[in-house]
């Protein structure tokens, strides 16, 4: 017995081990950036405690239960032929079912308030709309002013610093999906509607956009540029066509 | 027959040209060159296309060069002519030697004028089609004339045929033995047959019967016993295309596989495990199993329930016989449109998916009235349906949920071939058709995990009880919830399509009802951890063990799923590979929910108990492989699921050597498993009518059971005296 008690130690600290960690790399992974990373990251960091938490609970609940709560004679042990006996307690189910429930639309709210944030871009003056349309395998992209080019041959993304911009995404062939990781942000491309998104970038640099869709042969080729620029240089690209 | 064969190639030499287009005879100038000499191709004259490519790439240019050597008047003036045609791409001359011919072959026939007679090489420009999914086929036919500018008599022709495939072409080789992975695909189909035919033969049973009595049984043990065949073949399969999977990420930019293959073994894995292997399996116990823990004597339809398993085997190879005939199919197993459409897929993968599905949703609905039949008309007198057996009541949910879904999948399938082989317009982008898959697709597939589930949770809610020597905490109340979780899993398929661009109210409605899915599977969940209290577990007892870890491995999967269910946190989440690493947490906790199954009944079905030393090294093996294969996973929130390479600098490479380390772990295991299966049919410890002192029916007969289960004087419920 003392054996088998060892195993499920074992069996069961591994398993919670897996879990921390597994929850834990996530951190380790590329940093966000921009405002939408500070609303997930946040979100994330609240489900990944709660998970810890409950599964740190219900890992401990069934620890204890199998190594201190155990009967050397069960009264009820069944046998063949026997009718299945009823156990336990139905108001104990109706509390736990009111529990869990509760806890589970609190967590909606939460939920809730991050994707009106997502989703309701929150516009200024400088802000426009880049039509973006997924090609097998890159990315086309159309400014208000009429600049329009693909990322097929390398060419970045273009967007200011600072500026909320929105994007509108569609499939130009196939089901692609529009996805700056680093950013948080992720707009399906169907080839039937356009799907708005936006992203207001907070530190310049290079990211790379990713098609989350799986869209052909060369879907993992699928990869684009985003340049965030300063503002004056953004402008002079804009306006002139050849800041860069 | 040589004779008819060369009259074939008579004829076919004859005719091609002129079905081509190519005039026949002399003076018609303006269709081009024609064949001098008359009568047949010689071969004193040799006719070469030289300058194409192995494979073209859409859009290029060639430049090609068609040369003439032998024949008469070697050289010199009027002594050659040409003409070149292609089904595809277009022709430009390079210089006056050569000229388009105008109608109606207007850019895809090219022919020499009259300054290009006295030469006998030739060069034209070919621009490849835009479209590079064609072969496309090149025919040269070439003039050796003698120079008498008279007639054509003397002068003597042939012709060159070449045949190029485009870059993206699926109409390639139909296997690429060059390709490392073909050869193990190969293998391993091979080989799982292999495995699978030795099990068969080695089954006691097997010994006394005929193949004619297997081919035409309608016993539900003997066709439980096909299905366990059938599936553990499938399993197989599965698992070795995943393992090419994680061969091919095992280092960042490996060539191991292309593109294609990749996706077509992506797509071929999770259709097979989900649809062929881990689903099926759980029937192998619920044909074997719920007549006889219900107390009768078979199925209510034995013939219609053989029907169910030759259409789901002849389905399974349908689905994969893509592999042959130019690639299975390649989309993924969610077949989203319009990738799937003719268009982007022109190859036979996905029709021959498309068909081995509709076998497949014609077996589940034979089943699933079978079984309906039987559980709810055929128990023995004194087994009210409260008190059936926890594993009949899962699959009674499980075929009530088939029967609802299903048909959604076949409706779904039958418009996607309509639109492939029909031209019909279901899933046209224009009428929004690729929302419209999602809605119809999603319908079927989001209850499709449950109707995964629910079978390996029967098994956990017979084994634990029976192993820890109490009954079942809360039994009314897991039913309940059991009915609750079914009725929900049909409402929220929008979950899988949270930021396609749906109603937004729509979609919070489906994150409260997916985070509700959660309450149901909570209280199954502490009800089968709470049985354990106060109770005398024997972890001696492989199944035990094996469904212990099972509820362990779940667990991961179900708190990470609800996060998934959050609507914000699913924008992020959506499509990567932390995705992944959930359903196969949820998934694999089943497969091993199942494989904890098989050693409880295994005593059953073969008279002998499986190794328990063997038994388990499997289960550590396994255990330890699928979280070192899925833990890594998980943090890689920002990587695209299905992507064949990724680069180094995206900083992946450590988790994906983890992971591929695991998965050639897990399948270690399943070797062994194999093993033991194998061994302990012959030299495992004989097991008696009832090794586990278990309470259900199925214990109250031999091992294996006689063919008619019980005799007429069996009564429900047996005393506990009479044991």
Same mark, same amino acid.
């Given at each position: 017995?003392?054996?088998?008690?060892?195993?499920?130690?074992?069996?069961?600290?591994?398993?919670?081990?897996?879990?921390?960690?597994?929850?834990?790399?996530?951190?380790?992974?590329?940093?966000?950036?921009?405002?939408?990373?500070?609303?997930?990251?946040?979100?994330?960091?609240?489900?990944?405690?709660?998970?810890?938490?409950?599964?740190?609970?219900?890992?401990?609940?069934?620890?204890?239960?199998?190594?201190?709560?155990?009967?050397?004679?069960?009264? =009820?042990?069944?046998?063949?032929?026997?009718? $299945?006996?009823? !156990?336990?307690? #139905?108001?104990?189910?109706? @509390?736990?079912?009111? %529990?869990?429930?509760?806890?589970?639309?609190?967590?909606?709210?939460?939920?809730?308030?991050?994707?009106?944030?997502?989703?309701?871009?929150?516009?200024?003056?400088?802000?426009?709309?880049?039509?973006?349309?997924?090609?097998?395998?890159?990315?086309?992209?159309?400014?208000?002013?009429?600049?329009?080019?693909?990322?097929?041959?390398?060419?970045?993304?273009?967007?200011?610093?600072?500026?909320?911009?929105?994007?509108?995404?569609?499939?130009? =062939?196939?089901?692609?999906?529009?996805?700056? $990781?680093?950013? !948080?942000?992720? #707009?399906?491309?169907?080839? @039937?509607?356009?799907? %708005?998104?936006?992203?207001?970038?907070?530190?310049?640099?290079?990211?790379?956009?990713?098609?989350?869709?799986?869209?052909?042969?060369?879907?993992?080729?699928?990869?684009?540029?985003?340049?965030?620029?300063?503002?004056?240089?953004?402008?002079?690209?804009?306006?002139?066509?050849?800041?860069? | 027959?040589?004779?008819?064969?060369?009259?074939?190639?008579?004829?076919?030499?004859?005719?091609?040209?002129?079905?081509?287009?190519?005039?026949?005879?002399?003076?018609?100038?303006?269709?081009?060159?024609?064949?001098?000499?008359?009568?047949?191709?010689?071969?004193?004259?040799?006719?070469?296309?030289?300058?194409?490519?192995?494979?073209?790439?859409?859009?290029?240019?060639?430049?090609?060069?068609?040369?003439?050597?032998?024949?008469?008047?070697?050289?010199?003036?009027?002594?050659?002519?040409?003409?070149?045609?292609?089904?595809?791409?277009?022709?430009?001359?390079?210089?006056?030697?050569?000229?388009?011919?105008?109608?109606?072959?207007?850019?895809?026939?090219?022919?020499?004028?009259?300054?290009?007679?006295?030469?006998?090489?030739?060069?034209?420009?070919?621009?490849?089609?835009?479209?590079?999914?064609?072969?496309?086929?090149?025919?040269?036919?070439?003039?050796?004339?003698?120079?008498?500018?008279?007639?054509?008599?003397?002068?003597?022709?042939?012709?060159?045929?070449?045949?190029?495939?485009?870059?993206?072409?699926?109409?390639?080789?139909?296997?690429?033995?060059?390709?490392?992975?073909?050869?193990?695909?190969?293998?391993?189909?091979?080989?799982?047959?292999?495995?699978?035919?030795?099990?068969?033969?080695?089954?006691?049973?097997?010994?006394?019967?005929?193949?004619?009595?297997?081919?035409?049984?309608?016993?539900?043990?003997?066709?439980?016993?096909?299905?366990?065949?059938?599936?553990?073949?499938?399993?197989?399969?599965?698992?070795?295309?995943?393992?090419?999977?994680?061969?091919?990420?095992?280092?960042?930019?490996?060539?191991?596989?292309?593109?294609?293959?990749?996706?077509?073994?992506?797509?071929?894995?999770?259709?097979?495990?989900?649809?062929?292997?881990?689903?099926?399996?759980?029937?192998?116990?619920?044909?074997?199993?719920?007549?006889?823990?219900?107390?009768?004597?078979?199925?209510?339809?034995?013939?219609?329930?053989?029907?169910?398993?030759?259409?789901?085997?002849?389905?399974?190879?349908?689905?994969?016989?893509?592999?042959?005939?130019?690639?299975?199919?390649?989309?993924?197993?969610?077949?989203?449109?319009?990738?799937?459409?003719?268009?982007?897929?022109?190859?036979?993968?996905?029709?021959?998916?498309?068909?081995?599905?509709?076998?497949?949703?014609?077996?589940?609905?034979?089943?699933?009235?079978?079984?309906?039949?039987?559980?709810?008309?055929?128990?023995?007198?004194?087994?009210?349906?409260?008190?059936?057996?926890?594993?009949?009541?899962?699959?009674?949910?499980?075929?009530?949920?088939?029967?609802?879904?299903?048909?959604?999948?076949?409706?779904?399938?039958?418009?996607?071939?309509?639109?492939?082989?029909?031209?019909?317009?279901?899933?046209?982008?224009?009428?929004?058709?690729?929302?419209?898959?999602?809605?119809?697709?999603?319908?079927?597939?989001?209850?499709?995990?449950?109707?995964?589930?629910?079978?390996?949770?029967?098994?956990?809610?017979?084994?634990?009880?029976?192993?820890?020597?109490?009954?079942?905490?809360?039994?009314?109340?897991?039913?309940?919830?059991?009915?609750?979780?079914?009725?929900?899993?049909?409402?929220?398929?929008?979950?899988?399509?949270?930021?396609?661009?749906?109603?937004?109210?729509?979609?919070?409605?489906?994150?409260?009802?997916?985070?509700?899915?959660?309450?149901?599977?909570?209280?199954?969940?502490?009800?089968?951890?709470?049985?354990?209290?106060?109770?005398?577990?024997?972890?001696?007892?492989?199944?035990?063990?094996?469904?212990?870890?099972?509820?362990?491995?779940?667990?991961?999967?179900?708190?990470?799923?609800?996060?998934?269910?959050?609507?914000?946190?699913?924008?992020?989440?959506?499509?990567?590979?932390?995705?992944?690493?959930?359903?196969?947490?949820?998934?694999?906790?089943?497969?091993?929910?199942?494989?904890?199954?098989?050693?409880?009944?295994?005593?059953?079905?073969?008279?002998?108990?499986?190794?328990?030393?063997?038994?388990?090294?499997?289960?550590?093996?396994?255990?330890?492989?699928?979280?070192?294969?899925?833990?890594?996973?998980?943090?890689?929130?920002?990587?695209?699921?299905?992507?064949?390479?990724?680069?180094?600098?995206?900083?992946?490479?450590?988790?994906?050597?983890?992971?591929?380390?695991?998965?050639?772990?897990?399948?270690?295991?399943?070797?062994?498993?194999?093993?033991?299966?194998?061994?302990?049919?012959?030299?495992?410890?004989?097991?008696?009518?009832?090794?586990?002192?278990?309470?259900?029916?199925?214990?109250?007969?031999?091992?294996?059971?006689?063919?008619?289960?019980?005799?007429?004087?069996?009564?429900?419920?047996?005393?506990?005296?009479?044991?």
């Amino acid at each position: 017995m003392k054996n088998m008690r060892a195993f499920t130690i074992i069996f069961l600290s591994i398993a919670m081990l897996m879990l921390t960690f597994g929850s834990i790399i996530k951190w380790f992974q590329e940093p966000g950036t921009g405002a939408h990373a500070e609303v997930y990251d946040e979100l994330f960091l609240v489900y990944w405690g709660l998970g810890c938490a409950v599964a740190v609970a219900v890992y401990g609940f069934f620890l204890w239960l199998v190594t201190t709560e155990v009967e050397e004679e069960p009264i =009820d042990a069944p046998y063949l032929g026997q009718i $299945p006996i009823e !156990r336990g307690s #139905v108001k104990l189910s109706w @509390s736990l079912t009111g %529990i869990i429930t509760v806890f589970l639309l609190l967590l909606s709210s939460v939920t809730f308030s991050s994707i009106d944030f997502f989703e309701t871009p929150e516009l200024e003056e400088d802000s426009f709309t880049v039509q973006v349309t997924g090609w097998q395998y890159y990315w086309e992209y159309q400014y208000p002013n009429g600049i329009n080019y693909t990322g097929a041959a390398g060419e970045p993304l273009r967007i200011p610093v600072d500026t909320p911009v929105v994007f509108e995404v569609i499939g130009g =062939d196939v089901f692609h999906s529009f996805a700056l $990781p680093e950013h !948080r942000i992720k #707009v399906d491309a169907l080839p @039937s509607r356009p799907n %708005i998104g936006w992203i207001l970038a907070e530190e310049t640099g290079n990211y790379p956009i990713r098609c989350y869709e799986l869209c052909g042969a060369d879907h993992a080729a699928m990869i684009g540029e985003l340049e965030v620029m300063e503002k004056e240089a953004f402008d002079q690209w804009y306006s002139g066509g050849e800041g860069q | 027959m040589k004779r008819i064969l060369v009259l074939l190639a008579i004829a076919l030499v004859v005719f091609l040209p002129a079905m081509e287009g190519v005039s026949n005879g002399i003076g018609n100038v303006d269709n081009g060159c024609n064949c001098h000499g008359g009568g047949s191709a010689s071969e004193q004259v040799n006719v070469v296309i030289s300058g194409i490519p192995d494979v073209y790439n859409g859009s290029e240019t060639y430049q090609l060069t068609v040369t003439i050597t032998g024949g008469p008047n070697e050289g010199g003036s009027n002594s050659g002519g040409f003409n070149l045609h292609a089904n595809g791409g277009t022709f430009t001359p390079l210089d006056d030697h050569t000229r388009l011919i105008s109608e109606p072959n207007k850019g895809v026939e090219i022919t020499h004028t009259t300054e290009g007679n006295d030469v006998r090489e030739w060069n034209v420009e070919w621009i490849a089609p835009i479209d590079d999914t064609n072969e496309i086929t090149f025919r040269a036919y070439g003039n050796a004339v003698d120079g008498d500018g008279v007639n054509s008599a003397g002068d003597l022709w042939n012709s060159h045929i070449v045949t190029v495939e485009g870059l993206n072409s699926d109409g390639g080789p139909i296997l690429d033995l060059t390709n490392l992975a073909w050869w193990l695909i190969i293998i391993t189909i091979l080989g799982s047959v292999a495995a699978v035919v030795l099990l068969m033969i080695r089954n006691p049973a097997v010994d006394k019967k005929t193949v004619m009595h297997w081919l035409t049984t309608t016993n539900h043990k003997d066709i439980g016993m096909l299905y366990l065949w059938t599936t553990l073949l499938f399993t197989l399969i599965g698992l070795a295309l995943s393992l090419l999977i994680r061969i091919q990420l095992i280092v960042p930019d490996n060539d191991f596989m292309t593109g294609g293959l990749f996706n077509e073994a992506v797509t071929m894995h999770g259709a097979v495990m989900v649809l062929f292997a881990i689903s099926p399996m759980s029937f192998a116990f619920a044909n074997y199993i719920v007549p006889i823990q219900i107390g009768a004597k078979d199925m209510a339809f034995p013939r219609l329930n053989a029907m169910s398993f030759w259409l789901i085997l002849f389905g399974g190879l349908v689905a994969a016989s893509g592999f042959f005939f130019g690639g299975a199919a390649d989309a993924g197993w969610t077949f989203y449109s319009p990738l799937t459409s003719i268009e982007y897929s022109p190859g036979a993968g996905i029709s021959l998916a498309g068909a081995g599905l509709v076998l497949l949703i014609l077996s589940v609905t034979f089943s699933t009235i079978n079984f309906l039949v039987t559980i709810l008309q055929m128990r023995t007198p004194g087994m009210p349906l409260m008190k059936m057996p926890m594993f009949t009541w899962n699959i009674l949910f499980t075929v009530i949920l088939m029967l609802a879904v299903f048909p959604a999948l076949l409706s779904a399938v039958l418009m996607l071939v309509g639109d492939r082989v029909f031209g019909t317009l279901f899933f046209d982008p224009s009428i929004d058709g690729t929302t419209w898959w999602l809605h119809i697709f999603w319908f079927f597939g989001h209850p499709e995990v449950y109707i995964v589930l629910l079978p390996g949770l029967g098994m956990a809610m017979e084994i634990i009880p029976n192993m820890v020597r109490r009954p079942l905490y809360g039994r009314k109340t897991i039913i309940f919830s059991l009915a609750v979780a079914s009725v929900i899993s049909v409402l929220v398929w929008a979950h899988h399509m949270f930021i396609t661009g749906i109603n937004p109210t729509f979609r919070k409605f489906e994150t409260i009802g997916t985070e509700l899915v959660s309450v149901p599977f909570g209280l199954i969940y502490l009800s089968l951890l709470a049985t354990f209290y106060r109770s005398k577990p024997d972890w001696k007892k492989l199944p035990l063990a094996f469904v212990a870890g099972a509820i362990g491995i779940f667990l991961v999967g179900g708190i990470t799923g609800v996060y998934l269910s959050s609507v914000a946190m699913d924008v992020n989440l959506r499509g990567s590979y932390y995705l992944v690493a959930h359903f196969h947490y949820t998934l694999g906790s089943v497969a091993v929910m199942t494989l904890g199954g098989i050693y409880y009944w295994y005593p059953k079905m073969f008279g002998r108990m499986m190794d328990q030393k063997l038994g388990y090294y499997h289960f550590w093996i396994t255990f330890i492989g699928i979280n070192l294969t899925w833990i890594p996973l998980f943090g890689l929130t920002d990587m695209p699921r299905r992507i064949y390479f990724y680069q180094e600098s995206a900083g992946w490479e450590l988790a994906h050597l983890i992971a591929s380390i695991g998965g050639f772990v897990v399948f270690a295991g399943q070797l062994l498993f194999f093993y033991n299966f194998w061994r302990s049919m012959k030299h495992g410890e004989v097991a008696g009518a009832n090794p586990w002192d278990g309470s259900t029916l199925e214990w109250a007969v031999s091992s294996p059971p006689p063919v008619h289960n019980f005799d007429d004087s069996f009564v429900y419920p047996l005393t506990q005296e009479s044991e």
